[in-house]
């Protein structure tokens, strides 16, 4: 089975701190993703990567930063932490190519609380 | 930005029932995939369903695909309380934007009633 972990299950920080959500998977994935989740809003992709070092703003980047150094590492930062920050974070990874019909593998969730 | 919309929002129901969940979406797609989650947890790929298929199946679930009203219904049968959980639909849309172009909706809130 596919695995994807994520360093944290629950983080509190303050306000203007630089943060690191870490996610590793195991399964060789070409595209790993990093989402935020707030109720009413459903999820909304932050970043992306398709390959190491290669990186692709999503919807929301404002605020954040990510590092893929290592294929099965992808990073998101947050470059100085914000309440409006305090999230659910969701790491996913999958084979290239959605449009090859791959699934997303998700870890589970950090619940991220800026103070 | 979003592109499928669940609908009811929220879904009661009595164990053993049958539960179905819709999604509508806007623009036309490569295929559509449909995920679980359970509170405090990530998401679970449930059945992905391609554009030229109208059916499909996975042990208690159902999918179907309607590309002409573009809209999908999930089928939960027989349900149980484990079914308990938020079911997202997520669509690759035709031309593909970013990442592979995987767009969530906001997700049906389905609970199953002992």
């Known amino acids: 089975d596919v695995k994807v972990t994520q360093s944290s299950r629950y983080l509190v920080k303050r306000t203007g701190e630089k943060v690191f959500l870490e996610c590793v998977q195991d399964?060789?994935?070409?595209?790993m993703f990093w989402y935020r989740q707030d109720p009413g809003l459903g999820l909304r992709l932050i970043y992306f990567s398709y390959d190491v070092k290669m990186k692709e703003k999503g919807d929301i980047p404002e605020g954040y930063s990510v590092s893929r150094e290592k294929k099965e590492r992808f990073s998101l930062i947050l470059e100085s932490a914000s309440t409006n920050q305090t999230s659910m974070y969701l790491c996913?990874?999958?084979?290239?190519?959605?449009?090859?019909?791959?699934?997303?593998?998700f870890g589970d969730g950090t619940r991220l609380s800026i103070l | 930005s979003q592109q499928g919309e669940e609908d009811p929002q929220a879904l009661s129901i009595q164990e053993g029932e049958n539960a179905t969940m819709n999604c509508s979406y806007k623009t036309s797609i490569n295929n559509l995939q449909w995920y679980r989650q359970n509170s405090g947890r990530g998401l679970v790929h449930l059945i992905l369903i391609r554009s030229n298929e109208r059916e499909k199946h996975s042990g208690r679930l159902r999918v179907t695909l309607d590309t002409s009203k573009k809209s999908s219904s999930l089928l939960i049968t027989a349900s149980r309380a484990a079914d308990t959980a938020s079911y997202f639909c997520a669509t690759v849309p035709v031309p593909l934007g970013g990442a592979d172009g995987l767009t969530f909706g906001k997700g049906t809130h389905l609970i199953i009633q002992p």
């Open positions: 399964m060789d994935h070409e595209n």
């Open positions: 996913a990874s999958s084979l290239i190519g959605a449009v090859n019909n791959q699934p997303q593998h």
